[in-house]
Structure formats: structure tokens, C-alpha cells
């Protein structure tokens, strides 16, 4: 037995004996948890519009963003700008989006967090190299903390994903907040009503 052998076999005979693992309290249950997700998206920047529907979606941007000059959009139920539901061949393509509106697949209470991922994103810089993003999120898709959402990705197939959290911020300069500093200068959350029965 040479050196190598023998310090991973001392390794493996010095394990400390074996414990179940701790029971997680459950910090956010039922009816809390959409309250909590919007706390958490309006803390850090974000702003949560609950809409019943697309139309109550088209007229918000309509009001709140009424001249743009480009929105890109993975929502064919909406009637506005240019629906992408395509990957689209480069970044640059995306250099003047002014408003990007997105479905988000699934939002963390506990930080504000929605999910992402190329499966339906026409391309991974788009959340990011848009002015101002707006993403769709069904209120039945929310999970409590970030342990559900580890478990809800367990096993679902992409080759990229992320989780956005408000807008692009910084506080490196002189601790000062900037919004916007190298994305998505603000980020509107439409939260899809559970009693939505018909999205459009």
C-alpha cells in the first residue's frame, strides 16, 4: 500500500458516525406566499402589477411604456410589438429592445426570484441587454423558498437557465444605490391571478 492508499483509507475509517438530516421549518405556507413574493420583488427594486388576464397586461404597457420604439415579446396572446417565439441568430438583433415582456416559469417567495430558461427564451441576453423587462408569472407557480425551487428544476431538461431577481443594480461606487447599471434599468412583474380561467 503506498502513501496514497493509506491516508484514503485512514479518510475512510475516520468518518464521523451517520445522522439523519434536520427537518427544514416550512417559513412561508398557503395564502402568505404571494404577499411574501411581491415584498420581496418590491424590496429589492421590482414592481408587481396582478393582472386577470393578457389584455389587462397590454393595457398596462399601453399606459406605462405608450411610445417605445421596440418591444420584443414570447406572449403570442399578445397584441403588441414583435412576438419572438424563434431563437433569435444573434445578440445584436436585440441591441435596441426597449421593453422585453417574458413568461417567467416560476417565482421564490423568499427572495423575489423568477426562473427563466431556454426553452422559452428566444435568446439568453435578452432579459438583460433590454431597457426595461416585464415577465409574466402565473400565481400558481410560485414556490415558498428556494429548496421547492432547486426540487421543481430536479430533472427538467435545458441547456441554460437563471434566476432574475428586480432590476440591474449596483452599490460597488461609493455605496450608493444605482438602478440599472448593467441590464434591465426597471422590472415590472404581471402576477397572473389563480382565478384567472381564460389568460387572454
Known amino acids: 500500500m503506498n502513501s496514497r492508499e493509506h491516508i484514503l483509507q485512514a479518510v475512510t475509517h475516520s468518518q464521523p458516525p ?12 398557503g395564502a402568505h406566499v404571494a404577499e411574501t413574493f411581491i415584498t420581496c420583488v418590491e424590496t429589492i427594486g421590482g414592481l408587481v ?10 393595457q398596462y404597457i399601453e399606459t406605462w ?7 420584443i415579446h414570447t406572449l403570442p396572446e399578445l397584441k403588441y410589438g414583435e412576438f419572438r417565439h424563434v431563437r433569435t441568430a ?29 426553452t422559452t427564451l428566444p435568446h439568453r441576453a435578452l432579459p438583460f441587454i433590454c431597457d426595461h423587462l ?47 447599471a448593467h441590464g434591465a434599468r426597471s422590472l415590472t412583474v404581471f402576477l397572473l391571478a389563480h382565478t384567472a380561467i381564460n389568460p387572454c
Open 18 to 29: 451517520g445522522g439523519s438530516l434536520p427537518v427544514l421549518p416550512e417559513v412561508y405556507a
Open 49 to 58: 402589477v396582478r393582472v386577470a388576464g393578457i389584455q389587462a397586461v397590454q
Open 65 to 71: 411604456f405608450p411610445r417605445p420604439n421596440r418591444i
Open 90 to 118: 444573434t445578440g445584436h438583433d436585440l441591441e435596441t429592445v426597449d421593453l422585453a415582456v417574458l413568461r417567467g416559469e416560476f417565482g421564490v417567495a423568499e427572495n423575489g426570484a423568477i426562473w427563466l430558461d431556454d
Open 134 to 180: 416585464a415577465l409574466l408569472l402565473d400565481e400558481s407557480a410560485l414556490v415558498p423558498t428556494l429548496h421547492e425551487a432547486y426540487q421543481r428544476l430536479s430533472g427538467n431538461p435545458f441547456s441554460y437557465g437563471v434566476f432574475i431577481a428586480g432590476p440591474s443594480k449596483t452599490a460597488d461606487i461609493e455605496q450608493s444605490l444605482v438602478i440599472g
